[in-house]
Each structure stands twice: as structure tokens, then as C-alpha cells.
């Protein structure tokens, strides 16, 4: 049975280049993992990803899309990465265009 999308919520917390502080005002990234792409990652990376779920797999997928967002759009370092699988689509994201893609998956700037 092929993997269902997911929506993970990407929340990046910025560091100061200067001092190595986390800023303030962290950066909400949302990122639509497609099925396919959850499925092909399980499938490559078998041992590895053995008892990972569809969810975690997700999220792994979901950092790298965020931050490459983030990198276009000129953000300093990061300092730090929280992810969640939401279980749902966020009704806000079907009301507007994906501000990137990156490897087949969408990504909105929150």
C-alpha cells in the first residue's frame, strides 16, 4: 500500500552569525512530502529506515526542503530544527501557491 502525503511543520530557530546566540523569531516552513517520495526514500535506504514510519521519514525529507528554502531566501545559519507529521492537511496551505518546490515536494513560507 503506497505511503499517504504528508504535511510536516518545520520550525527553525536562526542563529547570530556574530556571537552563536539563537535569535528570536523563529521561522515556520510547511512542506508537503509526497507519498512516492516517502516510499522511494524507504525503499533505497532499507536497513537504515527499517523502523523509521512514514511519518519520521517525512520529516527527514521535509528539513532538507525547509532549509533549502530558507538558504534562497537568504536566511543566516540555523541553530536549530523542530519538525512535526501533521496528521492533516493545513487548510491554509490548499488557499495559496507553494512559495518553493524542492524534490517533488511543496513548501509554503508560514
Not at 525529507?61 to 496528521?87: E, H, N, S, V
Amino acid at each position: 500500500m503506497p505511503a499517504p502525503d504528508i504535511f510536516v511543520q518545520v520550525t527553525a530557530t536562526l542563529m547570530d552569525s556574530n556571537s552563536g546566540q539563537l535569535m528570536a523569531n523563529p521561522k515556520t516552513v510547511m512542506v508537503e512530502v509526497p507519498g512516492p517520495g516517502i516510499d522511494m526514500r524507504q525503499e533505497r535506504h532499507r536497513e537504515q529506515a527499517a523502523d523509521a514510519s512514514g511519518g519520521q521519514l517525512a520529516e527527514y525529507l521535509a528539513t532538507d526542503a525547509a532549509l533549502q528554502l530558507l538558504a534562497k531566501l537568504g536566511y543566516p545559519g540555523i541553530g536549530r530544527i523542530d519538525t512535526i507529521a501533521l496528521p492533516q492537511r493545513p487548510a491554509w496551505t490548499a488557499a495559496r501557491s507553494p512559495d518553493f518546490t524542492y524534490g517533488g515536494m511543496n513548501v509554503w513560507l508560514a
